[in-house]
């Protein structure tokens, strides 16, 4: 709105015009409140919609166009919130001023460990008035949250030669290790580098521009080298929580694909040269029935997407497998030559309700929403049961859910006598049919979720990775993420802040006994103290 510098003036029609322009501006900034509301209302159920059809071959369109509009959505809040001068935390009646959109705000959370300064104002101790001695009655205090750039700082290590007087020995203190060898960066600057690049998903050109703000030009060259050498000397403890999490006898599992230079392709004429790898998790996760084993995630690379992959990774791993349709599974669940069974599957209803949706959303198909409603049942029990101990999910889903899937197994069989056989709604129940008894799995013990959704969640940073990283470079290149991702997001499962955790734990891999790396897990580990420090 355009303000009128200075007095007003006196004249009549003069204020008259003045006040009528204001009145117009009221108006023109209404409307377009309105329609921004409408817009962000519009798009939060189109990304909505979106999120929900995600599904088969075409989930990686869906993904691109959910974040397009997420960040169409975020400009817009940001303009809005741009017009809206009002403050966070205080309501103001306003009368005749602009109404403009709802928007959630709040105070931001801040950690008891966040440091403090505090900057006191003191009038002095003496009445500017009368000059007679103030007395303390009470303090008003406001915070703000202030950002403190991270610096680089170069550590000087002096190892003083000293000789003895009477024998000429020369002594020297031994030099302190280094997390890699015979290289300049620190413990701290290593795990930022790791954290940056496979949590945060900075590539390494643009951690370069960052440091270089800093005052630290540090080539890419130099950066990939630190990056893969703290990869390598933090590889035994990534292969001790691959062996921990395949340990477990109940499993979450999931692939996504990754992009891989490939020289070779481009020599046999491909203009790309990029062939398609996968990323592979196995995830650990006994919370939602309150066992008692730490969380905890392993990734693996693999060149091609060959059941032997996933095989070779769960060799020595016998119990429930929860995972997708995926055929390269399916030798798993066989029975060896005496008829006993390693690995038991359990389906994901998640999957299931999903091929019903996309049916429904296509055709609006009436039996297709009826099973909607029945797995939405079945779904409404557990989120009533999540978190609580397995025998009792197991006695409320043998009591409540048994039937429901019974009812639902019925409905199915009758469906398909009146439907086309090759339609997607036939497709549908085929598959759900055909692989029943990993379906009711769920109602027959009480760790095993509904659906593999932990597995979707716990490969999510990979997707999130590859579209700014776009492609791993080798191979070799593959299994660093993948070692990388194993270690942060264990650390982060463990409720550990994954750069604290990184830089500690590299400052002491190199001096820490073998036959007792398992204290470095991250849900055996505890910070090394300033005592413990000067003691080693």
């Not at 959370?109 to 009445?127: F, K, M, Q």
Request: proline share 7%; hydrophobic share 40%; net charge neutral.
């Amino acid at each position: 709105m355009e303000r009128h510098p200075g007095p007003l003036p006196d004249d009549l029609e003069t204020l008259k015009g003045i006040i009528m322009a204001q009145q117009g501006e009221i108006v023109r900034l209404s409307a377009s409140a309105r329609a921004y509301d409408a817009l962000v209302q519009s798009l939060k159920i189109r990304i909505a919609r979106l999120q929900k059809q995600k599904f088969g071959v075409s989930s990686e369109k869906i993904e691109r166009e959910t974040e397009q509009l997420e960040l169409l959505l975020e400009d817009v809040e940001i303009a809005i919130a741009a017009a809206d001068p009002s403050p966070e935390s205080e309501d103001h009646d306003n009368g005749d001023a602009v109404v403009f959109p709802q928007r959630r705000r709040g105070r931001p959370r801040v950690s008891d460990a966040t440091p403090r300064e505090r900057i006191v104002l003191d009038p002095g101790e003496s009445c500017s008035a009368c000059g007679s001695p103030l007395r303390l009655v009470g303090e008003d205090v406001t915070e703000i949250l202030e950002f403190i750039a991270a610096k680089l700082k170069v550590v000087e290590t002096a190892r003083l030669k000293k000789s003895c007087r009477h024998c000429e020995t020369m002594v020297q203190p031994e030099a302190p290790s280094r997390p890699v060898p015979r290289g300049m960066a620190g413990p701290g600057l290593l795990a930022h580098i790791l954290v940056s690049k496979f949590d945060d998903h900075i590539p390494l050109y643009r951690q370069n521009e960052i440091f270089a703000r800093q005052g630290v030009d540090i080539s890419r060259s130099t950066l990939i080298d630190w990056c893969g050498q703290a990869v390598a000397v933090l590889r035994p403890l990534t292969d001790l929580i691959r062996q921990d999490v395949v340990k477990a006898d109940l499993l979450h599992a999931d692939d996504t694909p990754i992009q891989v230079l490939d020289p070779r392709l481009r020599q046999a004429g491909k203009p790309r040269g990029v062939k398609e790898g996968r990323i592979w998790t196995y995830l650990r996760d006994p919370r939602p029935w309150g066992g008692s084993d730490p969380p905890a995630v392993a990734y693996w690379f693999s060149p091609d997407r060959k059941g032997i992959n996933p095989q070779t990774h769960l060799a020595t791993f016998s119990g429930i497998l929860q995972a997708d349709a995926y055929a390269g599974f399916r030798e798993m669940y066989k029975p060896d030559a005496t008829g006993a069974v390693r690995v038991r599957e359990a389906a994901c209803w998640a999957h299931l309700r999903r091929a019903f949706h996309d049916v429904w959303k296509g055709n609006g198909s009436t039996i297709a929403r009826e099973a909607l409603e029945q797995i939405g049942a079945l779904y409404d029990i557990e989120r009533q049961i999540t978190g609580h101990p397995a025998s009792y999910r197991l006695a409320i889903r043998q009591e409540k859910s048994r039937p429901r899937v019974a009812a639902f197994h019925v409905w199915c069989e009758a469906q398909l006598t009146r439907i086309p056989g090759k339609g997607e709604l036939a497709k549908a129940i085929r598959y759900a049919l055909n692989r029943w008894a990993a379906f009711t799995l769920f109602v027959e013990d009480g760790r095993v979720a509904i659906d593999n959704n932990p597995a979707e969640r716990a490969i999510r940073p990979v997707c999130v990775g590859r579209k700014n990283y776009l492609f791993a470079g080798s191979d070799a290149g593959g299994n660093n993420i993948a070692d990388a991702m194993t270690l942060i997001e264990s650390a982060k499962l463990s409720g550990l802040n994954p750069h604290d955790y990184l830089a500690d734990v590299l400052a002491r891999i190199n001096e820490h006994k073998i036959n007792r790396l398992h204290e470095l897990l991250p849900w055996n580990w505890h910070p090394m103290t300033d005592l413990h420090k000067k003691a080693a």
